[in-house]
C-alpha cells in the first residue's frame, strides 16, 4: 500500500513563506511524477504544480514566479517553496502522485494524500 504524508501547513503572513513536504512510502518501484493541487471552500480543486521523475515542472498560471516545487526522487518527496503568499493562496494543499509502480509488471496507479492546510492572514 502506498501512502502520501504531507507537512508543512499552517498560519503564515501575507507575503511570507511556507515549504510544504510530501513523502510517498511503500514498496514503490518508481513514480512518474509528483505534484501539489489545492482546494480553497467552495472552488475546484486546482492545480499548483507538478514535477515529473525527470525534473520537468509545471505551474498553475496563479502561482508562476511565487512557488518552486522541487523532488527528490531516492526519497519519493516532493517539496513546494512558497513565496509571496496572496490572500488567494489558502486552501487545503493535496499532494498526488502519478503513475506509481509497485511492481513492473503493474500498470501505475495515482494516489493522493490527506491534504494540508494553509492559511495566509496577518
Known amino acids: 500500500q502506498v501512502q502520501l504524508v504531507e507537512s508543512g501547513g499552517g498560519l503564515v503572513q501575507p507575503g511570507g513563506s511556507l515549504r510544504l513536504s510530501c513523502a510517498a512510502s511503500?514498496?514503490?518501484?518508481?513514480?512518474?511524477?509528483m505534484g501539489w493541487y489545492r482546494q480553497a471552500p467552495g472552488k475546484q480543486r486546482e492545480l499548483v504544480a507538478t514535477?515529473?521523475?525527470?525534473?520537468?515542472?509545471n505551474y498553475g498560471d496563479s502561482v508562476k514566479g511565487r512557488f518552486t516545487i522541487s523532488r527528490d526522487n531516492a526519497r519519493n518527496t516532493v517539496y513546494l517553496q512558497m513565496g509571496s503568499l496572496k490572500p488567494d493562496d489558502p486552501a487545503v494543499y493535496y499532494c498526488k502522485a502519478d503513475a506509481v509502480i509497485t511492481n513492473p509488471t503493474f500498470v501505475g496507479l495515482d494516489y493522493w494524500g490527506q491534504g494540508t492546510q494553509v492559511t495566509v492572514s496577518s
Open positions: 514535477v515529473t521523475r525527470d525534473g520537468n515542472a
Open positions: 511503500g514498496h514503490i518501484f518508481s513514480i512518474y511524477a
